[in-house]
């Protein structure tokens, strides 16, 4: 049903385009005739009293369009940029005609069109004014010719056309795809659907009914295979969804056309059959034509960037494609970032552009994280929809300000597609390696504040993980999506029963869930929700809650809780250094107060996020470049860190459209004041820290204010 109503989409697109097309194509040539001195320049197009039909629908019906922004704003259009439309008189009388005929073709027989033109300094404002009147409303649909084959209900649920909605002959034409559609889905590609409907006008009533020819009940037969060099045949009838002596449905040959994409050994796919569907009853098989064009068997990808709290960024993958043959894959991949402040590629960035990164150098964490990976993937395991991985990595990686981890080791996965918009997965992760933390933080989570004690939680340890995934993936678009939702779930279990350290065991889950949807015209609403809880294990003769530093969660940041910076929201703990040394003008020793503070977040066991966004183009920018208003919402709470109160925070961005996703500029509001947490000074030897009392660090008007830049849509 859900690639059925994907087509209902597409067929009910494509007749309205048509329509659109038919209803300004004798005028066009007119038009692009069109002089400067033929009339004024046209600053506005406007619709007033229209319901039923949006005003981006009613502009692609007529000829008639306002100026570019540049060409129309009275703040710039004396530069005289931009490109100036001009009214052309009889095309305007035509748009009224365009106008009340797809009116009409949409089930608004008496409906009614005017204009109002106001004229000012040499240009034109043209307002069109709608009077729709009642529709024709749909009052039975009828389906016949199919009783034997298909039940009923399973052709008329969900029709575009439905009883009770105005008569809209498009939606008769897409319904009555939508049937054939159906049919083919269930062994039927040569069905016919002939449509008929009579309309009673006083009643204001329409009658539909459909007619089913079904044709022949039709199974695959033959496979041919074109267009192969190197790459084995077996390979791409096994990845196919569609199998020889199996029932034909034309769902399953874009099925299987996207799964041939997706082994990424092919830049070209087409799956059709081979000749016409068969028309008589007793041939009732029809062969198939895959024409498939290869791609590279290797492939190298090189990238670079730049962050605030990256500061630059590298990454370099080499992919060989068809290894061992039997469409298996190999990548290795390397990434690094802190290029430029951390060791050993350390060029004191860290007191320039990348100043957000000095504090982790006073705690000891700046250094250069990198990860390096190989990953053996078998595709085809017991079906077309399954496939098994091999990873092993070694990495070094920081969180902001809250931990450094260092690890080596390896992962084995299952995936298997429920649905194409429905993977799941099944992992188990093997590593050992270490965790290093503020002292602070376990001084504040389980009242560990020795350097001697703490050094015990940085010893390196096996972590085995087993980790369940489900991705329900039904946006438009991954880099900038504007309808659709996407639903994701995590599980993960740690524990000694399947192999890690005793001080390393818990249950964390994750939900989340993501919506984007057209509103007031031009605009697009996203929201979402995230959930998350971790179940941790007990530590210590007083079985204090225990859950490892990398598994808790943080909130704050650009994806988050734009209002703070990352990793900012939520409990954490203060460290300020109680004196240096340093040397008077006489070469003496002498203790020096310092007042620097630092901070590291401690995470917490629960998480919970919500997030409202609405974007809307800049008129005249051809959505490239757009606004943005958000309110974000989170809460971190549990666990022995303490936790922080509920907090919403409003804010605004600019979008920037790129290849590679919306460059995003946001700038959130904290207008809370500072929440208080446990500040510690270092005794005099440096090995102990002791609480001294809480502190809450001063907020100005401007500090409230975090600025953002970083590419993708934050959810």
Known sequence: MPGERKQVALIVQHRATLVCCLLTAVAAPVWAQARPSEGPAVRGVSFEGNHAIRDEVLQTAIVTSSSSWFARSPLVRWIGLGEKRYLNETELRRDVLRLMALYRQTGFTDAAVDTLVRRSDGAVSIRFLVEEGEPVR???????????IVPTV????????????????????????????????????????????????????????FEVDPGPRTTVGAIEVVGLEGVDANVVLRTMTLKRGELYRQRELYRSQLALYRTDLFSYVSVAPADTFPSAASDSVVDLRVRLAESPRH???????????????ALASYTVYDFLGGGRSLELRGRSSKIGAGEPLDFGLQNSICRALAEEQDAGR?????????????????????????????????EYRAYLREAIGGEVGFGYDVAPDLPIAVAYGLSYGSTQAELSVFCAYLNVCSEEDAAFFAERRRRATLTLTAV?????????????????????W????????????????????????????????GVRVKFGTVFPTRYGATEQDYVPTEDRFYAGGANSVRGYGHNELGPKVYVREIAVDSVDQNGQMVAVPDT?????????????????EYRIPLSGSSDRFSLAAFVDAGHLYGGPGGSSSFR???????????????????LGYNPYPPEAYPIYEYTADRTELVQVGDYAPALSFFTRWHLHLSVGQPF
């Open 138 to 148: 749909v009052d039975t649909v009828v389906v016949t010719g199919h009783e034997q």
């Open 154 to 209: 399973t052709l008329t649920e969900r029709l575009p056309l439905q009883i009770g909605a105005p008569f809209n002959r498009l939606l008769l034409l897409a319904s009555a795809d939508t049937i054939r559609a159906r049919l083919a889905n269930r062994g039927y590609p040569a069905a016919e659907v002939f449509r008929n409907f009579d309309i009673d006008r006083e009643a204001r009533l329409g009658r539909v009914h």
């Open 299 to 313: 492939r190298v990808r090189l990238g670079g960037g730049f962050g605030t709290i990256d500061c630059f960024r």
């Open 366 to 398: 700046l250094k250069l994280n990198y990860n390096l990976t190989a990953t053996f993937l078998q595709p085809y395991v017991f079906s077309p929809r399954s496939r098994v991985s091999l990873t092993v990595f070694g990495e070094r990686y920081t």
């Open 472 to 492: 329900r993936e039904r946006r438009n678009s991954i880099l900038n999506p504007s309808r659709g939702h996407r639903a994701t779930a995590e599980l993960v």
């Open 494 to 525: 740690a524990s000694p029963l399947i192999g890690s350290d005793t001080l390393i065991q818990f249950t964390k889950g994750t939900i989340e869930f993501s919506a984007y949807r057209r509103l007031f015209t031009r605009g697009i609403l």
């Open 596 to 612: 620097t503070v630092r901070v590291s977040p401690t995470g917490a066991n629960n998480l919970l996020l919500m997030n409202v």
């Open 648 to 666: 919403i925070t409003p804010g605004f961005g600019f979008r920037l459209a790129s290849p590679l996703g919306p460059i995003r500029l946001d």
